[in-house]
């Protein structure tokens, strides 16, 4: 069953401009991880935050996570257009020991120059 | 370099004639594991091995095999292909099973 769920599926802004993505889950987690997808390619790694974390920062990445609401949101800063890729959230609920790991169906962002 | 390995980046083949996807990974990770990526649903976890001889189904495993005779390899094996399982498969090593992944290139497959 799919647990991530991001918000919105696609984000269309200008360069220079903020990015916001979220994402929802519904069981208690072990960590929140976001990743990026450049058309096609693997995924890359961007940040971890663990479910005793509220915020981190990463560059021009800045992860919120709010356990209560099961919630977590992506901030991109100044965006530029090689920002341009497909964002997901992937969680690792407890439940399964920490082994098993669900994404959600992505935000494509597309950041214009 | 660290990277994980995934051979062969496309096949097209057809209904029910076995194929094996294999993925090698040089990072000494315990953690291993298969996606597919369909267009809206996002990726989907197929099967998982948190160590040598050690593997377990994720959300999708129905027609799928896995193994994991060695540390470094991590081969899906589709017994029988069916049409419903032309995807974009994607294998994933992290150094232990909540930790980040690193992927592959992935495996756009195509089954007719």
């Known amino acids: 069953s799919q647990q991530g769920e991001e918000d919105p599926q696609a984000l269309s802004i200008q360069e220079g401009e903020n990015a916001t993505m979220n994402c929802s889950y519904k069981t208690s987690i072990n960590n929140l991880q976001w990743y990026r997808q450049n058309s096609g390619r693997g995924l890359v790694h961007l940040i971890l935050i663990r479910s005793n974390e509220r915020e981190k920062h990463s560059g021009r990445l800045r992860v919120t996570l709010d356990t209560s609401k099961k919630s977590s949101s992506l901030l991109i800063t100044a965006s530029r257009a090689a920002d341009t890729a497909s964002y997901f959230c992937a969680t690792v609920p407890l439940e399964t020991g920490g082994f098993k790991t669900i994404f959600g169906a992505g935000t494509r962002l597309f950041v214009k120059a | 370099e660290a990277q994980v390995t995934q051979n062969p980046r496309y096949l097209i083949t057809v209904t029910g004639k076995k194929l094996t996807v294999t993925c090698s990974q040089n990072?000494?990770?315990?953690?291993m594991s298969w996606y597919r990526q369909d267009p809206g649903l996002g990726l989907r976890q197929i099967y998982y091995s948190m160590n040598v001889e050690v593997t377990d189904k994720g959300d999708v495993p129905e027609g799928y095999k896995v193994s994991r005779k060695e540390k470094r390899n991590f081969p899906l094996i589709l017994e029988s292909p069916s049409p419903n399982q032309t995807s974009l498969y994607f294998c994933?090593?992290?150094?232990?099973?909540?930790?980040?992944?690193?992927f592959g290139d992935g495996t756009r497959l195509s089954i007719l």
């Open positions: 990072m000494n990770h315990e953690y």
């Open positions: 994933a090593s992290s150094l232990k099973g909540n930790q980040p992944q690193h």
